[in-house]
């Protein structure tokens, strides 16, 4: 299977029972431009039924300027942690909440400048 995310083609480059890895079209042997999804399933206890925990992790080689190295490489890793028995709305709301937290100019800014808004 492949993704598609903003035009771009992301071949399965490996895959296992609780993850898969993406290769985007920029990825060679010395740079990269991978996507991984993992997940980590429920552990139910006799109180509580659980959480699922899903990871997603873009990391992509960059070319510096004015830097001590030529190039590393970016890292955006996310994680995510949704009880059992949310509510599908619930969570439609928070992944669209969040997603405009990621288009948001402070969001951008923070990464840019390194800076905690206050």
Same mark, same amino acid.
């Given at each position: ?5 903003? &035009? ?14 993406? &290769?985007?079209?920029?990825?060679? #042997?010395?740079?990269?431009?991978? /996507?991984?999804?993992? $997940? @980590? +399933?429920?552990?139910? @206890? ?6 699922? $925990?899903? +990871? ?5 080689? #960059?070319?510096?300027?004015?830097? /001590? ?8 890793? +996310?994680?995510?942690?949704?009880? #059992? ?13 969040? &997603? &405009? ?12 400048? #390194?800076?905690?808004?206050?």
């Amino acid at each position: 299977m492949s993704l598609t995310i903003n &035009a771009k083609a992301f071949a399965t480059e490996s895959t296992g029972p609780n993850f898969a890895q993406y &290769a985007g079209p920029l990825n060679t #042997l010395s740079v990269k431009d991978l /996507l991984r999804l993992a $997940r @980590t +399933q429920p552990k139910p @206890t006799s109180v509580f039924s659980g959480v699922g $925990r899903i +990871q997603s992790k873009y990391v992509r080689t #960059l070319t510096l300027t004015g830097m /001590l190295t030529p190039s590393h490489d970016a890292i955006f890793d +996310q994680s995510i942690s949704m009880p #059992l028995g949310a509510a599908s709305g619930d969570i439609d709301i928070m992944v669209n909440d969040y &997603a &405009a937290w990621v288009a948001h100019a402070s969001f951008k800014t923070m990464i840019k400048q #390194l800076l905690v808004l206050y």
